[in-house]
């Protein structure tokens, strides 16, 4: 399993990202997928995740309202639109997927199996 993820780039504070995580290797019907990212100088935290029936979707606190999670079954694609960014958001951004199908804690780190490389995202102020 390997997953790709994309779309990182500088953008002005206010301006918008969407990220994209490719997966290779696997279809992942009915497996929940998660958003990470990690900021310099900090761990690594819980974004936004899309549970394993698309029922649900989650985000932390501090991107509620601005990003929106969804998937593309087509594509085996993962995808975070991100609006109205400030520069807190700047991180690396990872995409991750468990090992198994079913409801998983989305926000726990450990429930995921595997990982993107990552993508940088940089808001300037």
């Not at 019907?29 to 979707?57: C, M």
């Not at 991107?63 to 975070?80: P, Q």
Request: proline residues 3%.
């Amino acid at each position: 399993v390997q997953l790709q993820a994309s779309g990182g780039g500088l953008v002005q504070a206010g301006g918008s990202l969407r990220l994209s995580c490719a997966a290779f290797g696997r279809t992942f019907f009915h497996y929940a997928l998660g958003w990470f990212r990690q900021a310099p100088g900090k761990e690594r935290e819980f974004v936004s995740a899309i549970s394993w029936n698309d029922i649900n979707t989650y985000y932390a606190d501090s991107v509620k309202g601005r990003f929106t999670v969804s998937r593309d079954y087509a594509n085996n694609t993962l995808y975070l639109q991100m609006n109205n960014l400030r520069p807190e958001d700047t991180a690396v951004y990872y995409c991750a997927v468990p090992n198994r199908g079913g409801p998983i804690r989305v926000e726990i780190q450990s429930a995921y199996d595997y990982w993107g490389q990552g993508t940088l995202v940089t808001v300037s102020s």
